[in-house]
Nanobody, 117 residues
Framework: QVHLVESGGGLVQAGGSLRLSCAAL????????MAWYRQAPGKERELVAS???????EYVDSVKGRFTISRDNAKNTVYLQMNSLKPEDTAVYYC???????????WGRGTQVTVSS
């Protein structure tokens, strides 16, 4: 069983920064893609950023140039550095990790990010 443990959320003013962390704990054979999703009230969950085991990253257009995803494969940990935060970034942020099998699709419990104007 794999558990994803997120940390780093909180309240910040517009223009500020936060860094989210997500550690995968448990018996892990292999983690391929790691990603951050977010869900704002009344909206669907959306993919914010993803990163492959080789370090290739992708971002949703709305965060390009402001957010940076990175990972430490030795620690099975993924990070999301969020700069120049905007009120519209307010959401619950969820960590996701995928392994080698289709059933290896793990989610964290989420961490709240609130950006005040």
């Amino acid at each position: 069983q794999v558990h994803l443990v997120e940390s780093g959320g909180g309240l910040v003013q517009a223009g500020g920064s936060l860094r989210l962390s997500c550690a995968a704990l448990g018996i892990i054979q292999q983690i391929n893609t790691m990603a951050w999703y977010r869900q704002a009230p009344g909206k669907e969950r959306e993919l914010v950023a993803s990163i492959s085991s080789g370090g290739t990253s992708e971002y949703v257009d709305s965060v390009k140039g402001r957010f940076t995803i990175s990972r430490d494969n030795a620690k099975n940990t993924v990070y999301l550095q969020m700069n120049s935060l905007k009120p519209e970034d307010t959401a619950v942020y969820y960590c996701n990790a995928k392994g080698s099998w289709s059933t290896d699709d793990w989610w964290g419990r989420g961490t709240q990010v609130t950006v005040s104007s």
